[in-house]
């Protein structure tokens, strides 16, 4: 079993900016794609951003330009760097990571953390 654990959300005004981190632990052979989500209330959740393992990015447009994803695959830690928030950013934020749990085990394993509410404030 794979544990992911975010840290990073708060309330900022307009403009500002704010880090996400979420740290993988458990069953680990390899971290494929991290990624971040969020879920607005009475919206569906919606992808932000994803890196693969080989450190290739996708950004939902929207996010483009203001939000960076990064991680360290050393410590199987996925990063999100918001910058120049807007109100309509505020959401719970997901982290997701498809894992390979064992040498011997092909087959992906997706799992989800337990969200890290974001407020931005006009």
């Known amino acids: 079993q794979v544990r992911l654990v975010e840290s990073g959300g708060g309330s900022v005004q307009a403009g500002g900016s704010l880090r996400l981190s979420c740290a993988a632990s458990?069953?680990?052979?390899?971290?494929?794609?991290m990624g971040w989500y969020r879920q607005a209330p009475g919206k569906q959740r919606e992808l932000v951003a994803t890196m693969s393992k080989d450190s290739s990015t996708n950004y939902a447009d929207s996010v483009k330009g203001r939000f960076t994803i990064s991680r360290d695959n050393a410590k199987n830690t996925g990063y999100l760097q918001m910058n120049s928030l807007k109100p309509e950013d505020t959401a719970v934020y997901y982290c997701?990571?498809?894992?390979?749990?064992?040498?011997?085990?092909?087959?992906?394993?997706?799992?989800w953390g337990q969200g890290t509410q974001v407020t931005v404030s006009s």
């Open positions: 458990g069953s680990i052979y390899n971290v494929n794609t």
């Open positions: 997701n990571a498809r894992v390979r749990p064992s040498y011997y085990d092909y087959t992906d394993r997706n799992y």
